[in-house]
């Protein structure tokens, strides 16, 4: 530790007055009041936090987990054959400060206990032909949280020029229902081009031209494109709108323009009671039958036992059951099973298992004449493998497999067979900051894990209601951890579905967003039906917000969609346990 003091210190004093003069910090958002922006972090609790800070109001925050020490890093551009000096401010237990890539000997150096906050210093030279470096901060393995703030790198800046002028000629080619694209004239200088749709960066482009896809149809869109290179992004050029097409979509399932969707504990009894379907009052749309279970995880052997009299005193028989369900079809209303739950772990780990979840499924719809399929896969059901990076070309066996069998399901029933998923945020919009088990591994497999399944399925889904409840804090597209329990969670969590998110940051590889017909906002009944639990007046600022972009207190959204399609909730027997209030809110909402 002497030695590398001792470099330190002859580094720094071995810069003359004249070299300091033109000496700079070449950190980005050195002192985190950015959020995470210029840094790239591994670890999933990698964020920023305004308590400990050294200076400003914000510090960063990164908890190891696993084979994950939590490195937070970025690229700096450099000059060849100059000396630097890396410096910052950390807490915590084994917390280091480096850089690699300096074209000489990289360099690190770290504290083994800072109970307040230590200055790390470390410097190097860069190699004579050096354009690059990247500095990091890391904890260790089985260690807690650690904090930095107010890193600098300081030393002669690169000769990187200006950034390039604003890109001009920007127009609009072919539209479709779901995809705008865009062109614009070439910028000297420029190395990569960013677009921005109503005022939010969404992909980046080598070239001269891009798609913008994952739109909702017949909606107005505002885009924007700007010129990067390594001095930095230029402004906004002048906007273009475009209108999207009416597309087909999935409105062949005769759903109500805004529809209420709720469970209905069919083969078990709980705390809520037993309510018969014939019972279930007019307001609830979509009714879903919880839950067709497997007989092993693995099997694809999917199962509706119907809650014996044992257990639920009130139960109807079976004739009266498919009586209930063919009243509530002449009325209008659509009736699914649900597979899966908290307890029915389902693993397509094979094509054999796939082809018998199709005929198993199938049974259960014919048996009852069911309207479709909820897909409520929790648990370990889906996770990725650790070589499947990419959402769009997914190559695990259950994902693939699940893919595969829906889609034959959809082929084989029709245009008016219903099909919902209730994904937990945690497979959803955690997606936004980690996928799978990361680049560098050690983040949970199940990270995003069903972005996949809805990508493939998009064109055939009816509905997708996330679970907005038993969840832990999620990112939003403001950088800002939103955490359950009123209105700004399920904005901010529904705002991703409808605008559509790059997936672990990579905003070459953009989640599109889903039609605001396909969305329903997940929340629990009452408070005995699970955490997160809001009360009537954060519901209708919810749907003021969102349909109507009123009453979203400091979050801003990303659209306007009043053909948002509802609400679901879990579940219809909480709620009449709870003289029916979610149902009330919902009807005054809409009608």
């Known amino acids: 530790m002497l030695t590398v003091a001792a470099l330190a210190v002859s580094g720094v004093t071995a810069l003359s007055s004249a070299a300091r003069a ?9 002192g985190f009041e950015s959020g995470l922006d210029g840094w790239s972090c591994t670890a999933s609790s990698g964020t920023t936090v305004k308590s400990p800070v050294h200076g400003g109001s914000s510090a960063l925050q990164a908890t190891p987990a696993g084979n994950d020490y939590a490195q937070c890093a970025q690229t700096v551009t450099v000059k060849p054959d100059s000396a630097y000096t890396l410096a910052g401010y950390v807490r915590g237990s084994y917390v280091y400060l480096g850089a690699s890539g300096t074209g000489t000997t990289d360099v690190s150096t770290w504290t083994q206990a800072a109970p307040d906050w230590q200055q790390l210093t470390t410097s190097f030279r860069t190699g004579p032909s050096t354009t690059k470096i990247t500095i990091y901060t890391h904890g260790w393995y089985g260690t807690g949280a650690y904090y930095v703030d ?6 002669p800046a690169a000769d990187v020029g200006q950034p390039p002028a604003t890109p001009t000629g920007l127009a609009v080619g072919t539209v479709t229902s779901s995809s705008v694209a865009l062109s614009w004239s070439a910028v000297t200088g420029a190395t990569s081009y960013a677009v921005y749709r109503d005022g939010v960066k969404v992909q980046t482009a080598s070239g001269t031209s891009a798609t913008v896809s994952g739109l909702s149809a017949a909606t107005a869109y505002s885009f924007q494109v700007t010129a990067a290179n390594d001095a930095g992004e230029s402004a906004k050029s002048t906007a273009v709108t475009a209108t999207t097409s009416t597309g087909s979509g999935s409105g062949n399932t005769d759903l109500p323009t805004h529809a209420l969707v709720g469970y209905l504990h069919a083969s078990f009894a709980n705390g809520s009671g037993y309510t018969r379907l014939a019972d279930v009052p007019d307001s609830w749309d979509v009714i879903d039958l919880a839950f067709g279970e497997p007989t092993s995880a693995t099997s694809g052997d999917i199962r509706f036992n119907r809650c014996p009299v044992s257990e639920c005193a009130n139960v109807e028989s079976d004739a009266d059951f498919k009586a209930a369900i063919k009243a509530k079809q002449a009325a209008g209303k659509k009736v699914l099973i649900s597979i899966g739950g908290a307890n029915g772990q389902v693993q397509l780990t094979t094509t054999t298992a796939r082809d018998t979840f199709v005929s198993s499924v199938s049974n259960i719809i014919d048996t009852y004449g069911l309207d479709g399929l909820d897909i409520d896969f929790e648990g370990h059901s889906l996770s990725l493998d ?3 990076t990419n959402f769009k ?3 695990t066996p259950v994902v693939v497999n699940l893919i595969s069998a829906l889609k034959t399901l959809k082929a084989k029933y029709g245009a008016k067979f219903v099909l919902s ?3 937990e945020t945690f497979f959803v919009q955690m997606g936004y900051q980690f996928y799978g088990t990361g680049k560098f591994g050690g983040q949970d497999p199940r990270c995003g894990a069903y972005l996949p399944v809805i990508y493939a399925l998009r064109d055939d889904l009816t509905l997708l209601h996330v679970q907005d409840y038993n969840s832990g804090p999620i990112m939003g597209l403001d950088g800002q951890y939103h955490t359950m329990g009123g209105a700004d969670f399920h904005i901010a969590m529904t705002d991703m579905l409808l605008t559509g998110f790059p997936v672990a940051g990579d ?7 889903l039609r605001p017909d396909q969305i329903a906002i997940g929340m ?5 039906a699970g955490n997160g639990y809001v009360a009537p007046a954060e519901v209708t600022k919810t749907l003021d917000c969102l349909t109507k972009k009123a009453s979203c207190g400091s979050y801003t959204t990303h659209g306007t969609w009043p053909a948002l399609r509802g609400l679901m909730t879990w579940s219809i027997n909480w709620d009449r346990y709870s003289n029916w209030e979610f149902q ?3 009807d005054g909402y809409f009608g």
Do not use: E, H
């Not at 107010?150 to 030393?155: E, K, M």
């Not at 629990?524 to 005995?528: C, D, G, L, Q």
């Open 386 to 388: 650790a070589s499947d």
């Open 22 to 30: 033109a000496d700079a910090d070449l950190a980005k958002n050195g």
């Open 393 to 395: 070309s997914p190559t």
């Open 507 to 513: 905003t070459n590889n953009v989640f599109p967003a």
């Open 150 to 155: 107010d890193l600098s790198l300081t030393g």
């Open 421 to 423: 998923m209730a994904p």
């Open 584 to 586: 009330k809110t919902f």
């Open 524 to 528: 629990p009944a009452s408070v005995n």
